[in-house]
């Protein structure tokens, strides 16, 4: 496996059902053990929001692969894993005349939802097909230079408190979405 970086971008990691569940799949992978695949879990890194830039950076020229792993809150990213590209993708590292260490990098979407497949389309309830909700964050990998890879979505993964969801269902797909990452980024 390349070098293969894995942001985790939960607010509320403890919490989560689909996010731990990836979390945890690829932290019992041999290429974690062996160092080829790192995590960086914002939440517990950075409780108090506050980001090391230089050691995300740092991170980020160490990796060929980057994957952001997140549950879509209002159609993108979570707050903390927006900070985190604010101010990690700078001017002169990720975009500007010298910025060029995120060039060539593969980059890879793999999230949840809460939502169900069929409500991301053209006149369903969310209007938009994901593709179309991610185009800020395409548009940004291509300022940087990076490689868009196909995100890897789950669909119908809700955990909201005051929403009933069958978290042994869910925990089960996630683990399926666990794998099918797994394999995503040993080819990639
Ligand atoms: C603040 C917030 C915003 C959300 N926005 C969306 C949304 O825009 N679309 C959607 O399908 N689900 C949305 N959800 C549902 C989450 O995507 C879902 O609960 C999450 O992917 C489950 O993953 P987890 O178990 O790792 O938290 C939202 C949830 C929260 C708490």
Same mark, same amino acid.
């Given at each position: 496996?390349?070098?293969?970086?894995?942001?985790?971008?939960?607010?509320?990691?403890? #919490?989560?059902?689909?996010?731990?569940?990836?979390?945890?799949?690829?932290?019992?992978?041999?290429?974690?053990?062996?160092?080829?695949?790192?995590?960086?879990?914002?939440?517990?890194?950075?409780?108090?929001? %506050?980001?090391?830039?230089?050691?995300?950076?740092? &991170?980020?020229? /160490? &990796?060929?692969?980057?994957?952001?792993?997140?549950?879509?809150?209002?159609? #993108?990213?979570?707050?903390?894993?927006?900070?985190?590209?604010?101010?990690v993708?700078?001017?002169?590292? &990720?975009?500007?005349?010298?910025?060029?260490?995120?060039?060539?990098?593969?980059?890879?979407?793999?999230f949840?939802t809460?939502?169900?497949?069929?409500?991301? &389309?053209?006149?369903?309830?969310?209007?938009?097909?994901?593709?179309?909700?991610?185009?800020?964050?395409?548009?940004?990998?291509n300022?940087?230079?990076?490689? /868009?890879?196909?995100?890897?979505?789950?669909?119908?993964?809700?955990?909201? #408190?005051?929403?009933? #969801?069958? %978290?042994?269902?869910?925990?089960?797909?996630? %683990?399926?979405?666990?794998?099918?990452?797994?394999?995503?980024?040993? %080819?990639?």
């Open positions: 496996m390349n070098n293969t970086l894995i942001i985790v971008g939960h607010p509320t990691y403890e #919490s989560s059902f689909t996010t731990k569940t990836i979390t945890e799949f690829l932290n019992a992978t041999p290429e974690f053990l062996t160092g080829s695949l790192k995590i960086r879990n914002l939440i517990s890194l950075y409780p108090d929001y %506050k980001i090391d830039i230089d050691a995300e950076q740092d &991170a980020l020229s /160490w &990796a060929d692969v980057v994957v952001l792993q997140f549950p879509f809150y209002w159609y #993108s990213v979570p707050a903390i894993l927006k900070l985190w590209m604010d101010e993708f700078s001017y002169g590292f &990720a975009y500007g005349k010298t910025g060029n260490k995120m060039n060539g990098k593969k980059l890879l979407l793999s949840s809460g939502g169900p497949q069929e409500a991301y &389309a053209a006149g369903a309830r969310n209007n938009f097909n994901i593709e179309e909700l991610l185009f800020p964050i395409k548009q940004t990998s300022l940087m230079g990076t490689q /868009w890879e196909n995100p890897l979505v789950s669909f119908g993964m809700v955990n909201i #408190s005051g929403i009933e #969801s069958d %978290k042994t269902v869910t925990v089960e797909k996630a %683990k399926l979405h666990a794998l099918k990452l797994y394999e995503l980024c040993q %080819k990639a």
